[in-house]
């Protein structure tokens, strides 16, 4: 096991599900349950060429942003609160997966989502413009780096690990 996930508490899915639509104000129009449902129709019926996978890897991947979005900006309604979502927050997810180490092609999947996301957005009137289309997915270099950097973060104290994960979102900025 990575050192990075050495002292991460698991929370099984479930429980991780219902904390997560805990957060979500349930009285707006829209929640996640259905949102999610309307974006998997979206998807559906956008593209034959998506596989049940894909599908199945994108709604995962929506899921986990929407994780991340909800501790980032507390209470949230949807779909009010899209219009947040903008380039800027999008980097910053981006970093975040990066500085968590994730692969390269779960990182790029993820941005992909969102941008799927976004259009899906569009399509509902709630935004005008893209904010993921810009991002650009990341390059296999990375992954060597990537690789390089782990093994330079497993010499070093968690102070040094902390700022060595600054830095580098610093350089991502």
């Known amino acids: 096991m990575s050192k990075l996930y050495q002292n991460t508490i698991k929370i099984p899915l479930d429980i991780l599900l219902i904390l997560f639509y ?3 104000n349930m009285s707006s129009q829209y929640n996640f349950y259905n949102l999610e449902a309307e974006f ?5 019926s956008g593209n034959k060429s998506l596989t049940k996978i894909t599908i199945k890897n994108y709604l995962s991947d929506l899921r986990h942003f929407f994780g ?3 501790r980032k900006f507390k209470n ?3 779909p009010e609160d899209f219009k947040k979502i903008d380039e800027k927050i999008i980097e910053e997810y981006k970093n975040y997966l990066i500085v968590n180490g ?3 092609k779960t990182i790029n999947r993820r ?4 941008r799927k996301f976004g259009s899906f957005c569009i399509s509902q009137n709630w935004l005008s413009l893209n904010p993921a289309k810009k991002i650009n997915n990341l390059s296999s270099g990375y992954q060597q780096l990537n690789e390089e950097v ?3 973060r497993s010499l070093l104290n968690s102070e040094d690990q902390k700022n060595l994960d600054q830095f580098i979102s610093f ?3």
Do not use: G, H, R
């Open 150 to 152: 782990k093994k330079f």
């Open 102 to 104: 994730l692969p390269l």
């Open 68 to 70: 991340w979005f909800i």
């Open 171 to 173: 350089l991502n900025q």
């Open 22 to 24: 805990s957060k979500i």
């Open 40 to 44: 998997k129709k979206y998807l559906l």
């Open 76 to 78: 949230i309604q949807i």
């Open 111 to 114: 941005l992909s989502t969102l």
